[in-house]
């Protein structure tokens, strides 16, 4: 069975306090890992897709890699106004044009100022 | 565009009444979802459509639940009844191709 562990649960950060979400993953066949952002009473908002390991994505603060296992999030120098949840998903590779995606917990983000 | 369009946003009902939920997707996008969210299970899908027809409902709790969706540009999801474990926040999504989904802002359901 798939499964997407992301840790830790909840981080807080200082502002300018650089880290790194991790989002572990079992899956026969990676098709695709994306990053989505969640604010409180909003739907998950789409950040990034890495498809292979060794592959990169960069969007302001945001940087996301990705191995074999797991990819990471890692957030330079962050400001109060990243503060949210972080969902990590992947989407197994199926010969019969169903791709599945499975979602992590999710990493609740706290940047004080 | 104006993106997943999800109605009602919240809805407060008592126990062992129906509930409809209701959701636009994004025009051009041929797949949607139905997730479920919980701070226990965090998104839970319920079930799938791609092209109108359900791929995978093998999410769906239970007989209550129930999803149709009878063109491109409009699908509901029924609980009946409904029970208070059913309160959650319910999210529709939408996608195309094998691309990222995007997301509805949600129905906050209670279910008293």
């Known amino acids: 069975e798939d499964q997407v562990t992301q840790s830790p649960e909840a981080l807080r950060l200082q502002e300018g306090e650089s880290s790194s979400l991790n989002c572990s993953y079992t899956v026969s066949g990676l098709r695709g890992l994306f990053w989505y952002r969640q604010d409180p009473g909003k739907g998950p908002e789409f950040l990034f897709t890495?498809?292979?390991a060794g592959e990169e994505k960069e969007k302001e603060r945001l940087k996301a890699t990705l191995t074999k296992k797991e990819s990471f999030l890692h957030i330079t120098a962050p400001k109060p106004e990243d503060s949210a949840t972080y969902l990590c998903?992947?989407?197994?590779?199926?010969?019969?044009?169903?791709?599945?995606?499975?979602f992590g917990i999710g990493t609740k983000l706290q940047v004080i100022p | 565009d104006a993106g997943v369009i999800q109605s009602p946003r919240h809805e407060v009902t008592e126990m062992g009444q129906e509930v409809t939920l209701r959701c636009k997707p994004i025009?051009?996008?041929?797949?949607l979802f139905w997730y479920r969210q919980t701070m226990m299970r965090g998104l839970e899908l319920l079930i799938y459509f791609n092209n109108n027809v359900p791929i995978d409902d093998s999410g769906m709790p239970e007989d209550r639940f129930s999803a149709k969706m009878p063109n491109a540009s409009f699908s509901t999801l029924k609980i009946q009844p409904s029970e208070p474990r059913d309160s959650a926040v319910y999210f529709c999504a939408s996608r195309r191709g094998g691309n990222e989904q995007f997301f509805g802002p949600g129905t906050r359901l209670t279910v008293l």
């Open positions: 890495l498809y292979s």
């Open positions: 025009s051009g996008h041929n797949s």
């Open positions: 998903a992947v989407q197994k590779r199926n010969s019969g044009g169903y791709q599945k995606v499975t």
